[in-house]
């Protein structure tokens, strides 16, 4: 199973990213996603997240800034963000779930930096 963030990177105050999270090795279509993000010192919280009936949840500090979107038929999950800020920096992570099961699994992570 492989679970590989890309899109990260730095950006200025009020910009946007696109993060992306592409699978494989699981079925990618039954499976809960979400994204979780890690500052530093700080523990690591969820972001967004969707169900794989894609009903979408997300943290009080980024509602309304923060979309989640997933493509099933590309194993694809994504994370749009925008009117970015600096307390936006951290690692952040795709975690992939089976609602009912042990099954989980996490990225290695992709770095979003907000800096003027």
């Known amino acids: 199973v492989e679970v590989v963030e890309s899109g990260g990177g730095l950006v200025q105050p009020g910009g946007t990213l696109r993060l992306s999270c592409t699978t494989s090795?699981?079925?990618?279509?039954?499976?809960?996603m979400a994204w979780y993000r890690q500052a530093p010192g700080k523990q690591r919280e969820m972001v967004a997240s969707?169900?794989?009936?894609?009903?979408?949840d997300f943290a009080d500090s980024v509602k309304g800034r923060f979309r989640v979107a997933r493509v099933n038929a590309r194993s694809t999950l994504y994370l749009d963000m925008r009117d970015l800020k600096p307390e936006d920096t951290a690692v952040y992570y795709c975690?992939?779930?089976?609602?009912?099961?042990?099954?989980?699994?996490w990225g290695q992570g992709t770095q979003v930096t907000v800096s003027s």
């Open positions: 090795g699981i079925v990618f279509g039954i499976y809960n």
């Open positions: 975690h992939a779930d089976l609602p009912g099961n042990k099954y989980e699994f």
């Open positions: 969707i169900t794989r009936d894609g009903e979408t």
